[in-house]
């Protein structure tokens, strides 16, 4: 059999193979800490819980409209605009199964072969892959690191413009590294957006998992709303990431073509799953409070214990659920490269993450090394025993 050509240019989400590969080891009879997936061990709350049984019951399980019941377009699009100052409506919404799917639809509807897409490196792969993968040319930018947290580079941006730029992929609040633009840089990266006529994708998977401060998001810059889709997920925010709740939120004429895409794909999201979002957004808070509050005493936890193992230095960020720490020290020290670090901490302590190497081919010149922990699937007790392991192992 052949397969189609094009697959040759399909990535994938190298997280899943390394849960894969601990979920082996564990399976064997070995005590596995988690922190490679950015998945949640923490309940979906009660009242989003019973909104879908209810949905069920009440005979919500046929197909609905392909965009989205307008109760959740409308609810989504509030939410939006009350926690980012913009102005969108139901029509600038289109209900998707997870954040991830706008990440494929918005390319197809935008770039043809040759357009040029730049995009953060290291990042979520799904970019990569989906840009590539539909023909685009895929420009990463990298991230150095700043005082208190990474950021973005934003001569890399500048320099990689060309006439043929058509998207940029912006994902402040950033899986992996956590970094978050400063409101200078935000404005920058606006001016040269509206200046160079290209489309943003504002990935805002983790605008909601904020620990201080308020994030910001892009769209509501001036001149933004209009050329921006915002990746909204449930997935986070809500510990839903098995339910396959999203949307993609922007100008109408990209918004149609998605949903468009929904009715060639999956016709609609899940019926009840929609209206669980609608209590999500809607319905009591408290939930999510909770969440929030657990991860943060999390991070707090995870980044000291980090920090005092030698050679290892780690940020502490105000946004999502990832650590980025830097181990170039260590690596040198113990002779490894990342995979065989990876696989020896795997099989001696069970503590199990992801390298930079997960988040994209390593730009030119990058001379540092790091990992990337997620915390948000692992409880404090084992987080400490978990980085207690990798200190000794680091000290051997
Ligand atoms: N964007 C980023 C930056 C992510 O880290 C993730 C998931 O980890 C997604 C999008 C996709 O989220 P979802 O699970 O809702 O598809």
Redesign the pocket.
């Known amino acids: 059999m052949k397969l189609a050509e094009r697959l040759a240019r399909l990535g994938t989400e190298t997280a899943f193979a390394v849960s894969a590969e601990a979920n082996a080891w564990a399976a064997q009879g070995n005590r596995v800490f988690p922190f490679h997936l ?1 998945d949640l061990n923490l309940k979906t709350p009660a009242n989003v819980v019973e909104a879908a049984f209810r949905a069920i019951e009440r005979g919500k399980t046929g197909y609905c409209p392909n965009g989205g019941i307008p109760e959740l377009r409308e609810a989504l699009a509030a939410d939006v605009n009350a926690a980012r100052g913009t102005a969108y409506t139901a029509d600038s919404v289109s209900i998707q199964p ?4 706008t ?1 494929g639809k918005l390319i197809l509807a935008l770039v043809d072969p040759g357009d040029e897409v730049l995009y953060p490196n290291p990042g ?1 792969p ?1 970019y990569e892959s989906q840009i590539e993968f539909h023909d685009g040319r895929a420009l990463p930018y990298g991230f150095q690191e700043g005082d208190t947290n990474f950021q973005l580079d934003l001569d890399a941006i500048r320099e990689s413009l060309t006439p043929r730029t058509k998207l940029l992929i912006y ?1 402040d609040l ?2 992996p590294t956590a970094a978050e633009s400063s409101d200078e840089e935000r404005e920058e990266i606006a001016e040269l957006a509206r200046r160079h006529d290209l489309v943003v994708l504002s ?1 805002e ?2 605008f909601d998992i904020r620990f201080g401060g308020r994030s910001r998001s892009i769209a509501s810059l001036p001149g933004m709303q209009e050329r921006t889709v915002i ?1 909204y ?3 986070k925010k809500y510990a839903m ?1 098995g339910w ?1 709740l ?1 949307g993609a939120v922007g100008p109408r004429q990209i918004i149609d073509m998605i949903t468009r895409m929904n009715v060639n794909d999956e016709s609609c999201t899940t019926h009840f799953v929609q209206w669980a979002g609608v209590e999500a957004l809607t319905g009591d808070q408290s939930g999510a409070k909770e969440i929030l509050q657990t991860l943060g005493q999390r991070r707090d936890l995870a980044v000291d214990l980090l920090n005092s193992i030698p050679g290892v230095r780690c940020f502490k960020p105000n946004a999502s659920f990832y650590l980025y720490p830097n181990v170039t020290d260590v690596l040198q020290r113990k002779g490894m490269d990342y995979e065989t670090f990876r696989r020896a901490v795997l099989h001696r302590t069970g503590v199990s993450f992801c390298t930079r190497a997960h988040f994209g081919r390593p730009l030119p010149g990058e001379t540092q090394k790091y990992l990337r922990l997620a915390y948000s699937g692992i409880g404090k007790a084992d987080i400490e025993e978990a980085l207690k392991r990798l200190e000794r192992f680091v000290q051997e």
Do not use: E
């Open positions: 950015g997870g954040g991830k799917p990440i979520f799904i994902n950033q899986n990935d998977a983790y990746l997920t449930f997935s990431t396959r999203g």
